[in-house]
Nanobody, 125 residues
Framework: VSLQASGGGLVQARDSLRISCTAS????????MGWFRQAPGREREFVAV??????THYADSVKGRFTISGDTKNTINLQMDNLKPEDTAVYYC?????????????????????WGRGTLVTVSS
């Protein structure tokens, strides 16, 4: 199983950036895919998730600025608008086979079995 994330880079505050992730190496679809991020000296934190029915959920810190989407069950994108310096982090794609349903939102590291290597997003002020 491989999760390949791409699209990170250096941008200025208020800019936009889109990162993508594709899961491969396993037949069938990933039922839950999401994004986490980890800033230097901080724990990995939840950013956004797409559940198997297609619903999406976001951390309060990115709600209204970030949008998670995907063309297939094995691909997710994260459109990040109005970026802030505090969004600077390594962004990790995560996937799991579990059929999570509301009201439970999988927003913890332990909810995901597979992880990508991460892509760095740096936002300058």
């Amino acid at each position: 199983v491989s999760l390949q994330a791409s699209g990170g880079g250096l941008v200025q505050a208020r800019d936009s950036l889109r990162i993508s992730c594709t899961a491969s190496g396993r037949s069938g679809s990933w039922n839950t895919m999401g994004w986490f991020r980890q800033a230097p000296g901080r724990e990995r934190e939840f950013v956004a998730v797409r559940l198997w029915r297609g619903s999406t959920h976001y951390a309060d810190s990115v709600k209204g600025r970030f949008t998670i989407s995907g063309d297939t069950k094995n691909t997710i994108n994260l459109q990040m608008d109005n970026l802030k310096p505090e969004d600077t982090a390594v962004y990790y794609c995560a996937a799991d086979r579990t059929y999570y349903d509301e009201p439970y939102i999988p927003s913890e590291v332990r909810n995901f079995d597979f992880w990508g290597r991460g892509t760095l997003v740096t936002v300058s002020s």
